[in-house]
């Protein structure tokens, strides 16, 4: 049985900053990408910043770019997203997820976590 929990979320002011884990069980971890999803409410699914199987590559929605930075430690089974300088439009509910097909710049996943909230209000 996959799993996939994530923790980290809370309210915070704008310009502060956050760390979303995500503990993953029930795969061989290092074996695959992985991906971090938003979603604010009334909005769609969106993609956020995706790493590869040994976390020495990652990309990220370009609205996050040089604030976020996403990160992985394969022995502890863990996918981390710092996120700092944060804004209200950052406010979501966040989700870590094994992508469909390996594809970590996409918000197609096969698995996911239940999800932590980030809110971004002073």
């Known amino acids: 049985q996959v799993q996939l929990v994530e923790s980290g979320g809370g309210l915070v002011q704008p310009g502060g900053s956050l760390r979303l884990s995500c503990v993953v069980s029930?795969?061989?971890?290092?074996?695959?990408?992985m991906t971090w999803l938003r979603q604010a409410p009334g909005k769609g699914l969106e993609w956020v910043a995706g790493t590869n199987m040994g976390g020495e590559s990652a990309e990220y929605v370009a609205s996050v770019k040089g604030r976020f930075t996403i990160s992985r430690n394969n022995a502890a089974n863990t996918l981390y997203l710092q996120m700092n300088n944060l804004k209200p439009e950052d406010s979501a509910v966040y989700y870590c997820?094994?992508?469909?097909?390996?594809?970590?710049?996409?918000?197609?996943?096969?698995?996911r976590g239940q999800g932590t909230q980030v809110t971004v209000s002073s």
């Open positions: 997820a094994k992508p469909r097909r390996g594809d970590w710049g996409s918000s197609i996943w096969e698995y």
């Open positions: 029930g795969l061989t971890f290092g074996q695959y990408a």
